[in-house]
């Protein structure tokens, strides 16, 4: 594959965000079996700063951590105690929300070097409830005079 190498140099590499509080959207989602054979939904995460800074993330969610399951769905507004109690990667798709990031040491290569420090999800902030409309008609209010 041929492929312009000057180009290139004009990209700079995703730097590392503070840990903190960050918007998030899902770039990808993809049900898989992890190498030790549970069902997980790997997702790719893209994580934006308030200044426009990004980073991409990984993060997995799986049946053996049920409340993180259950953080995300909190966060993007998916109703996670539907009947069968069933996730897709369809339901992450393009999900919206915030999360708390963090910084994780890199950790050893097997030719004694080590892997570059990387952002990683701390947790999933639940969505906060929205405000009615202004225009809805307010009911059931105690007025104190």
Not at 22 to 29: E, G, I, K
Not at 47 to 51: L, P, Q, R
Not at 93 to 109: F, V, W, Y
């Given at each position: 594959m041929k492929f312009k190498a000057d180009e290139a140099?004009?990209?700079s590499p995703l730097s590392l965000l503070a840990p903190g509080?960050?918007?998030?959207?899902?770039?990808?989602?993809?049900?898989k079996v992890s190498k030790s054979g549970n069902e997980m939904i790997a997702l790719l995460i893209k994580?934006?700063?308030?200044?426009k800074e990004e980073?991409?993330?990984r993060d997995w969610l799986l049946p053996a951590y049920p409340r993180?399951?259950?953080a995300f769905c909190e966060a993007v507004g998916l109703d996670f105690l539907n009947e069968d109690g069933n996730i897709t990667e369809d339901d992450c798709?393009?999900?919206?929300?915030?999360?708390?990031?963090?910084?994780?040491?890199?950790?050893?290569?097997g030719?004694?070097?080590l892997w570059a420090d990387k952002n990683c999800v701390k947790s999933y902030i639940k969505a906060s409830a929205k405000a009615p409309p202004e225009?809805?008609?307010?009911?059931?209010?105690d007025i104190p005079f």
């Open positions: 140099k004009e990209f509080s960050y918007n998030f959207v899902v770039l990808s989602a993809e049900e994580v934006t700063g308030k200044d980073n991409l993330v993180k399951i259950c798709m393009s999900a919206t929300g915030r999360l708390k990031l963090d910084i994780e040491t890199g950790t050893p290569k030719d004694g070097t225009d809805a008609d307010i009911v059931d209010c």
